[in-house]
Nanobody, 118 residues
Framework: QVQLVESGGGVVQAGGSLRLSCEAS????????IGWYRQAPGKQQRDFVA????????NYGGSVRGRFTISRDNAKNTVYLQMNSLKSEDTAVYYC???????????WGQGTQVTVSS
């Protein structure tokens, strides 16, 4: 079983940048795709942000395409989310999860808060 811990959130002004990290431990050999998701204030659902496969294939949600970049360092068992040109609507708690667990609705951690001030 894999454990994931998010970090790197904070408060940033609109137009600024942040880099989030998702560090994996445990049965990392079983990881396939890792996804970033976010839950905006007042919303119950988590929205898809980006994902990356073990081979480096990427996919992005429409609202972040061109501004966010997902990457992974397999040697460090870490997936990153570089967020540029941040907007107030990017304010949310950001979570990472394996894609299968996310589809089952399990495996969610504490997340990391990102607040973009305008």
């Amino acid at each position: 079983q894999v454990q994931l811990v998010e970090s790197g959130g904070g408060v940033v002004q609109a137009g600024g940048s942040l880099r989030l990290s998702c560090e994996a431990s445990g049965s990392t050999f079983s990881i396939n795709a890792i996804g970033w998701y976010r839950q905006a204030p007042g919303k119950q659902q988590r929205d898809f942000v980006a994902s990356i496969t073990s081979g480096g294939g990427t996919n992005y949600g429409g609202s972040v395409r061109g501004r966010f970049t997902i990457s992974r360092d397999n040697a460090k068992n870490t997936v990153y989310l570089q967020m540029n040109s941040l907007k107030s609507e990017d304010t949310a708690v950001y979570y990472c999860n394996t894609m299968p667990a996310a589809m089952r609705g399990t495996g969610w951690g504490q997340g990391t808060q990102v607040t973009v001030s305008s």
